[in-house]
Each structure stands twice: as structure tokens, then as C-alpha cells.
């Protein structure tokens, strides 16, 4: 049977063009598009040895035997590394570093893919896949629809895992997948169903110029101002170091006065001066090496050689400050510079970033090279650890809610308590807020973490008022909770649900806080209006801000126990606090001090007037249970 290969042909031609288009085209060197690029060459072989098989089958005395076996195993080879290959870019590209992907179809679909090479080699002795007779007419064996279905099941799975992580690749990809898997089986069945029909070819280079155009989006990887390569191209590269294993180093450049030259000569000259600025570095960086744009001023260059890391480093030493015409106009440009030498052992991309983050801080103190020591990376790493405990804790509603007592040394008895959040790591060991909530503020989470924390407080109150009806539960609040009128409705909503008495609840705002915006006052008149106290949480540290006293509908003022211990050492700060303690009394405010640890100090707090005191003395935070038993 002679076949009609001129289709084929020319869109092999058509294929080559494509190649030398890819890879003439800037690309970030990233393993899905490595492995993309290797998909074309693959295909262009695989679809030379079609060419050259259905040739040879049409004339079969044109080669001996042996000669005609080897090129369809070489054909089969490929055609079967094709699909595997497909497969393997197709979980390159809907991988991500929030939901990894499980290691095991890779490693089952590697187990079958040396199966089929195997199966292919030794055909000419088992003529499985299959064979020439004697008349050396070519003949599917009985292995080669196992075969197909096997090949068939690596391009299915591709398209499966397409659909299921879709949100992973933009509209107009998420289809690409499922037609290139369609046209490749449909055309090996037509093939195979009518040997006249050859087919094969076109629908491959059809399928993988649809993928081209879909899939290969290379802008993604660089940034649009500076031309450097992007952020998420950033966090790609070292999802496969660390994937890998692999040691680099990073030289950190931060643009000095961005802000300034911004406000002065606008966004756009600005740009230009850090395209500029960026083509320096990536002349310096060398093709070795990768550039990266972190932020807007904000660039790094990774290396894997320490040499270069050297040699880069001293270099931008070396050439700036720099004097950068733009426009006709003159600008100085001055860097700060950090350095890391060899990273290695990293667990994620946000640890990366955290050390990133950690070198700007250095490079700003002092404009050296500063190495990043172990024992900062120690804490770098305790740092993600209980940012992730601190999610999960979140997510699975798991914020542990202690009481610490108030008492009242006029009437001795406890009249109250400050719920405190805790959160368990993953040894089952109670964390304190000072190792989560600035996490918490870091990460945005700290409104979700207060709305918990509140939540749990009201179920606390409503179980402890059945039994102590005047006793008042306080919650402190972050000041980003108040610049939202929203946060408003969701603490109605709680309230309702647990269905307690307002009176019973305080919320605190810290001194600074309370004066940082006037969405503050309308929120605290809206809580004020629901008949819930408030207080004015950490008075007393640095410049205490009295008109937030007077101007804000605040119930209670907490002293911070700085302040008491002021009052110990020197005796000159008793009269100021006893006369403070007066005065807020006059202007109808309740005053209560924290830190009480010692008898010696809540006899001071007494004598200097302060009845509502709160500290270690009188109980550590505990749980509810604990604090029902102490008020019994």
C-alpha cells in the first residue's frame, strides 16, 4: 500500500518553523518549558520516522528487514515519548506550590512508559507490537491495541488532571488539553481503522500548534516593566531548587529614593529609569546567571557558582551610585545591596521570601555584605511553622480561648476576665499571641483571628453569666478591625447568636489605635449604641494620647503595667498616676492596671487609687472550666 505523504511533509515543514520559533524566543528555563520545548523535537522526530516508515512499507524491498524493524521502533519509541512527555508538561504546568501534586502518577505512568519502550525494542523477537510477514507486508501484533490503550491512558490522564486543577491555567487553556488529547487518539484510530488515511502527521503538528498558541505563554514569566524576569517566574525557579535540592546564592538590589524620584518626575520617568537600571543588572548577572523582579525597585540574581556571586556582588559595588540620563534629565542612582550566600535546605517559596525580606531589612541598615547566619534561619524557619499552625488553627476553627482573671481589691472578688487566644503547634504545645498574632498581621489574618477569638469569648460569657451574672468578659480588638463598618455586623451577628447581655461585654482597642482614623469613632458609637463597654487597652506606653480619652466613648482605661513598674522605681511616678487615676475618674472613666505579679504591687495599685487590677497574682490565663472553678 503506498501512502500519500505530501500533507505530512509540508507540515513537517511547518513544524521546524514552529521549533526554531520557540526556541529563538526568550523563555524562562523553568522544567515545563524545557520540558515543552523537548516535546517538539520529539514530535518532529517521531513524525520524520512516520514519514520515513510509511515510505519504506510502501516499498517493501527498498530496505532489508532488519532495516525496516529498526525505523518503526524508532518510530514506536517516539510516538510513545510523545505521549509520556505530553503527560509530564501537562502536571508541569497545573502544579502548584499552594496544592503540590502527589509524586505517584508520575512515578506509575514512568513504570508503564519503560514497559512500552521495552515491549517496542524487543518486537522484532515477539512481534507484539508489531511484525513483517514474509511477503514483508507490515502487520499490527497482538500487543499493539494494549499498547494504544496504555498510550492512550497517558493522554487521558493529562486531560483529567487539566479539568481537575483548571483553576491552575487561564480560560482559554483549560480546553486545550482535551483537544489535543482527541485529535491524537482520533487520528491514531482513523489510522488504524483505514491504513490508507495518513493522518498521523498533520494531526500531530495541528495538536501541537493549538498547544503553542494556548499553552506557551511567555509574558507571564517576565515583567512588564522592566523586561526582568517575573515574580511568579521567581517562584517557579525556586519551586525547582527546592524540589532539587540545589545550593544557590542571592545578590539583592533595592533602587535607594524610588518613592522621591516618583513623586518629583512622575511614574513614567520613573519606569524608564528602571528599565534602565534593569538592563544594567542583567548586563552584569551574564547569561549564567537569572534576574529577577521582585517588586517594583526591588530586583535579585540568583547564581549557583559562589565566583559569580563574588564577582556580581562587587560589580554593582563597584558601578553604582550611577548617574542615569533620561529624558535630558540627570538622576543619581543609588542601591542598597544585600547578600546571601549559599541557601539550601529551604522547605517553601515563603521561607525564601521571608529571607528575602530579612536581607532588604539588612541592606537598608548598612549598605555591606551581610550573609544571613543559621541561627536567623532557624528562625526564619520557626517563623513559617507557626504561620502555618496559625492557618490551620483558622481554617479548622481550632483557636484556643483562655481567661485571665480581674479583681476587684475593694470588694475582693474577681468581677471579670481578658480572653486570650492560644493555638496549638504541632507537638500539641500552647503557643502564646506574641509568637502568632504578628503573623497574623503580617498575612492579613488578623480580623479572621479576632472574629474567633470573639466568638469563642461570647460562648465563654453566656456559659459563665448562668451561674455569675455580673461577670464581664473582655476582647481585645486590632485597630484594622475598626476601619471596617462591616466588622460591625459580624459582631451583631455574634452576639445574637450566643444571645448575651451587652453590658457584660468589653472591647479593647490599644491607645495608639484609637487614634488613627476617624472610622474608629463611628464604629466604637455603633457598639456603644448596642449597649457593649469599651475600653482603651496599653495607656501610659510611649506619649499617652489623652484626647483619644475624651474624644473616644471609651468605658475603661487599662494602665499598661510599665507604667507600675515606673511607680517602683521611682516614687515621683506614684503622684503622677495617682493624680491620672483621679482625673480619668472625674471624666467618668473606670481605671484598671495590668501587671499585677507581686502583693507589694497590688498594694501600690490600691494605694495609688486603682481597684480593678489584673495580672499573675490573681491567676494565670486557663480555661473556662479553670475559671468556673475559681470563682466557686
Not at 486543577?165 to 482513523?190: C, E, S, V
Not at 473582655?474 to 471596617?484: G, M, P, Q
Not at 482605661?557 to 506614684?574: A, F, H, S, T
Request: glycine share 4%; with cysteine; aromatic share 10%.
Amino acid at each position: 500500500m503506498q501512502y500519500d505523504l505530501k500533507y505530512n511533509i509540508t507540515a513537517l515543514a511547518f513544524l521546524v518553523l514552529l521549533t526554531i520559533s520557540f526556541f529563538r524566543t526568550k523563555r524562562f528555563p523553568n522544567k515545563a518549558n524545557r520540558t515543552y520545548g523537548l516535546v517538539l523535537v520529539i514530535t518532529f522526530f517521531c513524525v520524520s520516522f512516520d514519514c520515513l516508515t510509511a515510505y519504506t512499507i510502501s516499498f517493501p524491498y527498498l530496505l532489508p528487514v532488519w532495516s525496516n524493524y529498526v525505523l518503526n521502533i524508532f518510530f514506536f519509541i517516539m510516538h510513545t515519548s510523545l505521549g509520556f512527555l505530553a503527560l509530564i508538561y501537562v502536571l508541569l504546568i497545573t502544579d502548584n506550590n499552594i496544592k503540590p501534586l502527589k509524586r505517584f502518577p508520575i512515578i506509575v505512568f514512568s513504570a508503564f512508559y519503560i514497559l512500552l519502550v521495552l515491549l517496542i525494542l524487543t518486537t522484532m523477537f515477539h512481534h507484539g507490537i508489531f511484525y513483517f510477514d514474509r511477503n514483508r507486508t507490515y502487520t499490527h501484533g497482538k500487543l499493539y491495541v494494549p499498547y494504544f490503550i496504555i498510550l492512550s491512558s497517558f493522554l487521558i490522564t493529562g486531560s483529567i488532571y487539566s479539568i481537575a486543577r483548571r483553576n491552575f491555567l487561564q480560560k482559554d487553556q483549560r480546553l486545550t488539553i482535551p483537544i489535543y488529547t482527541a485529535i491524537l487518539i482520533g487520528a491514531n484510530i482513523i489510522q488504524f481503522r483505514t491504513p490508507s488515511i495518513f493522518i498521523n502527521g498533520v494531526s500531530v503538528i495541528l495538536a501541537e500548534y493549538m498547544m503553542y498558541i494556548t499553552l506557551q505563554n511567555p509574558s507571564e514569566y517576565f515583567d512588564q516593566t522592566t523586561g526582568l524576569y517575573s515574580r511568579y517566574a521567581l517562584d517557579t525557579y525556586m519551586e525547582d531548587c527546592i524540589h532539587d535540592k540545589k545550593q544557590f546564592q542571592v545578590v539583592m538590589v533595592n533602587m535607594k529614593h524610588t518613592n522621591a524620584i516618583n513623586k518629583a518626575l512622575g511614574i513614567t520617568f520613573t519606569n524608564q529609569i528602571l528599565r534602565e537600571l534593569a538592563a544594567t543588572l542583567a548586563a552584569i548577572a551574564g547569561k549564567k546567571n537569572l534576574c529577577f523582579n521582585v517588586t517594583g525597585d526591588i530586583a535579585v540574581i540568583l547564581t549557583h557558582e559562589e565566583k559569580e556571586h563574588k564577582r556580581i556582588y562587587e560589580k554593582l559595588h563597584t558601578a553604582f551610585p550611577s548617574i542615569m540620563e533620561i529624558e535630558h534629565k540627570k538622576v543619581e542612582v543609588e542601591l542598597h545591596l544585600g547578600s546571601i550566600d549559599t541557601l539550601e535546605g529551604l522547605s517553601n517559596t515563603s521561607e525564601f521570601h521571608e529571607m528575602l525580606r530579612l536581607c532588604n531589612i539588612m541592606s537598608r541598615d548598612k549598605n555591606s555584605k551581610k550573609e544571613l547566619t543559621t541561627a536567623e534561619l532557624t528562625g526564619i524557619k520557626k517563623y513559617q511553622k507557626a504561620e502555618k499552625n496559625l492557618k490551620d488553627a483558622l481554617l479548622f476553627k481550632q483557636i484556643l480561648l483562655t481567661l485571665q482573671p480581674i479583681y476587684n481589691s475593694q470588694t475582693k472578688k474577681i468581677i471579670g476576665a481578658e480572653a486570650l487566644a492560644r493555638i496549638e503547634n504541632e507537638k500539641g504545645q500552647l503557643l502564646q499571641p506574641a509568637s502568632f498574632i504578628p503573623i497574623a498581621e503580617d498575612n492579613g489574618l488578623v480580623t479572621e483571628l479576632d472574629m474567633q477569638i470573639f466568638a469563642n469569648a461570647c460562648e465563654a460569657l453566656k456559659k459563665i453569666n448562668r451561674t455569675n451574672a455580673d461577670f464581664t468578659v473582655s476582647v481585645n480588638l486590632a485597630a484594622i478591625d475598626f476601619l471596617s463598618d462591616k466588622i460591625v455586623e459580624r459582631i451583631f451577628q455574634i452576639i445574637d447568636k450566643y444571645d448575651i447581655d451587652t453590658q457584660k461585654l468589653v472591647i479593647e482597642l490599644t491607645e495608639t489605635g484609637a487614634s488613627i482614623s476617624p472610622m474608629i469613632l463611628q464604629v466604637m458609637q455603633r457598639l456603644k449604641a448596642k449597649g457593649i463597654r469599651l475600653a482603651i487597652d496599653d495607656f501610659g506606653i510611649g506619649f499617652a494620647n489623652y484626647d483619644a480619652i475624651l474624644r473616644l466613648p471609651v468605658d475603661f482605661i487599662k494602665i499598661d503595667r510599665n507604667l507600675l513598674l515606673l511607680c517602683q522605681e521611682q516614687p515621683k511616678y506614684q503622684v503622677i498616676l495617682e493624680h491620672l487615676a483621679i482625673a480619668l475618674k472625674q471624666v467618668g472613666r473606670l481605671v484598671l492596671i495590668e501587671g499585677i505579679e507581686t502583693p507589694e504591687q497590688a498594694t501600690l495599685a490600691s494605694k495609688m487609687g486603682i481597684c480593678l487590677q489584673q495580672g499573675f497574682l490573681y491567676g494565670k490565663p486557663d480555661s473556662i472550666d479553670k475559671m468556673l472553678q475559681l470563682l466557686q
